[in-house]
């Protein structure tokens, strides 16, 4: 089935640095989501992209899904504690079940 | 937001022994339920979907004989472990679909089940 590919597996930043982590599909996807999930918590919905090429922004985050529409990018400006946790990019089948992209673990050093 | 329940939050148990989780769609009804599990430091993975009345649809490698769902309301479904055993040990997260067709997804807290 559909895979999505998530890189890096794991980044450290320094507080105030940027981050940016990369979704990748073999397939063109129709929808992509972003989640966040905190240590010990449960996904937390970010965003939906739809259409090709789309940009969005939500305060220092910036979500980009690819023309093809297969790759996504989210992007965190001068990142501050409160960003850490494991960020997933997903995308829904037909029954609106997710398959979660692997994930990278974004640890933010004060 | 629309509220998830999930009991228990966490439980330890002994092999050999049936677990029970339950998740509530306190404020919504789902007609479809999708139950994931989460190993430590992997991704979420679909375990099986289930819809209210009907059998779950199990995802391939996961025993449907060992995870038992039961969806018999709209606003309560059950995923019973059974013969837990130590591989077994995972967080188990609900995710309720509501009845009115929105697209967002709801998730519960999670379940952290621990197999000695």
């Known amino acids: 089935g559909q895979q999505v590919m998530q890189i890096p597996q794991y980044q450290h930043v320094q507080e105030g640095e940027d981050f940016t982590t990369y979704c990748n599909s073999s397939?063109?996807?129709?929808?992509i989501q972003w989640y966040k999930q905190r240590p010990g918590g449960h996904p937390v919905f970010l965003i939906q992209?739809?259409?090709?090429?789309e940009v969005k922004k939500q305060k220092r985050l910036t979500f980009q899904f690819g023309e093809a529409k297969k790759n996504s990018s989210l992007h965190i400006t001068a990142t501050q504690t409160t960003d850490v946790g494991t960020y997933f990019c997903?995308?829904?089948?037909?029954?609106?079940?997710?398959?979660f992209g692997s994930g990278t673990q974004l640890t933010v050093l004060p | 937001g629309a509220v998830v329940s999930q009991h228990p939050s966490w439980v330890i148990c002994k092999s050999g022994t049936s677990v029970k989780i339950e998740c509530r769609s306190l404020?919504?009804?789902?007609?479809?339920m999708f139950w994931y599990r989460q190993f430590p430091k992997q991704s979420l993975m679909l375990m099986a979907t289930?819809?209210?009345?009907?059998?779950?649809?199990?995802e391939q490698g996961v025993e449907k004989d060992k995870f038992l769902i039961n969806h018999a309301s709209l606003t309560l479904s059950t995923l019973t472990v059974t013969s837990a055993h130590p591989e077994d040990s995972s967080f188990y997260i609900c995710?309720?679909?509501?009845?009115?067709?929105?697209?967002?997804?709801?998730f519960g807290p999670g379940t952290r089940l621990t197999v000695l």
């Open positions: 997903t995308f829904s089948g037909s029954a609106r079940q997710l398959t």
């Open positions: 289930s819809n209210e009345g009907s059998k779950a649809t199990y």
């Open positions: 404020d919504f009804q789902a007609t479809t």
């Open positions: 995710s309720p679909r509501p009845r009115d067709g929105t697209d967002t997804q709801y």
């Open positions: 397939t063109t996807l129709s929808n």
């Open positions: 992209l739809v259409k090709s090429g």
